[in-house]
């Protein structure tokens, strides 16, 4: 039992690690009572990313479609840097996450944060669907438990780490910057690395 769930906790930090820069930049964009919205999203979008990955394991192997087609999520880091780089020239109050999803029809902020979470997730199926064959049912359930724990700790350190004053004070002077770069990559690295610029392009050519 405690072998599965340091290895379940091992497996978990090894896939969500490098969401902790996202977290930390969407969290020190938050005002006070909007950080439940990344909270809900990001334990929505990974309980999908798990569920799926348990499934398929069992055997329901149609559940998931090509993987350039999952790369197609990277669209929306990408679109979202896009916009917070042009809302950013055309007015500085409005150039971040919150703001570009606070009205029309997307205005809850955690949509947001599940497609993010989905897209930068696609690699993680590799991972979890041959950890969960390896498994009986009783370290399954472990296993989940230990993931939805660990999903906590993450964004609380998240959450802390935005809200240190040398960590804020670099985000909001640089801002500006820091912000689209970081979604702009996430979305190019998203799409490149399920190969959907390669699918897309023998489409065209």
Same mark, same amino acid.
């Given at each position: 039992?405690?072998?599965?769930?340091?290895?379940?906790?091992?497996? /978990?930090?090894?896939?969500?690690?490098?969401?902790?820069?996202? +977290?930390?930049?969407?969290?020190?964009?938050?005002?006070?009572?909007?950080?439940?919205?990344?909270?809900?999203?990001?334990?929505?979008?990974?309980?999908?990313?798990?569920?799926?990955?348990?499934?398929?394991?069992?055997?329901?192997?149609?559940?998931?479609?090509?993987?350039?087609?999952?790369?197609?999520?990277?669209?929306?880091?990408?679109?979202?840097?896009?916009?917070?780089?042009?809302?950013?020239?055309?007015d500085a109050?409005?150039?971040?996450?919150?703001?570009?999803?606070?009205?029309?029809? *997307?205005?809850?902020? *955690?949509?947001?944060?599940?497609?993010?979470?989905l897209s930068?997730?696609?690699?993680?199926?590799?991972?979890?669907?041959?950890?969960?064959?390896?498994?009986?049912?009783?370290?399954?359930?472990?296993?989940?438990?230990?993931? +939805?724990?660990?999903?906590?700790?993450?964004? /609380?350190?998240?959450?802390?780490?935005?809200?240190?004053?040398?960590?804020?004070?670099?985000?909001?002077? /640089?801002?500006?910057?820091?912000?689209?770069?970081?979604?702009?990559?996430?979305?190019i690295y998203?799409?490149?690395?399920?190969?959907? *610029?390669?699918?897309? *392009?023998?489409?065209?050519?």
């Amino acid at each position: 039992m405690i072998s599965t769930i340091l290895t379940a906790a091992a497996i /978990y930090v090894a896939t969500g690690i490098d969401y902790l820069v996202i +977290l930390i930049i969407l969290f020190s964009q938050t005002k006070k009572g909007q950080e439940k919205h990344i909270w809900i999203g990001k334990y929505v979008g990974t309980i999908i990313v798990i569920g799926v990955s348990l499934l398929v394991a069992l055997g329901v192997s149609n559940l998931i479609p090509q993987q350039w087609v999952i790369g197609l999520l990277g669209l929306l880091p990408l679109y979202l840097g896009i916009k917070i780089w042009v809302k950013g020239e055309e007015d500085a109050d409005e150039s971040n996450i919150l703001s570009i999803f606070s009205s029309g029809r *997307f205005n809850q902020l *955690f949509v947001t944060v599940i497609f993010i979470v989905l897209s930068s997730s696609a690699d993680d199926f590799s991972i979890y669907v041959p950890y969960f064959t390896t498994l009986n049912t009783t370290e399954i359930l472990v296993s989940i438990i230990v993931f +939805l724990i660990m999903i906590g700790v993450l964004l /609380y350190v998240g959450y802390r780490l935005a809200n240190l004053d040398f960590v804020s004070e670099k985000i909001e002077k /640089y801002e500006r910057w820091i912000v689209p770069i970081v979604l702009i990559g996430l979305g190019i690295y998203i799409m490149f690395e399920n190969g959907t *610029f390669n699918a897309l *392009f023998s489409f065209t050519f």
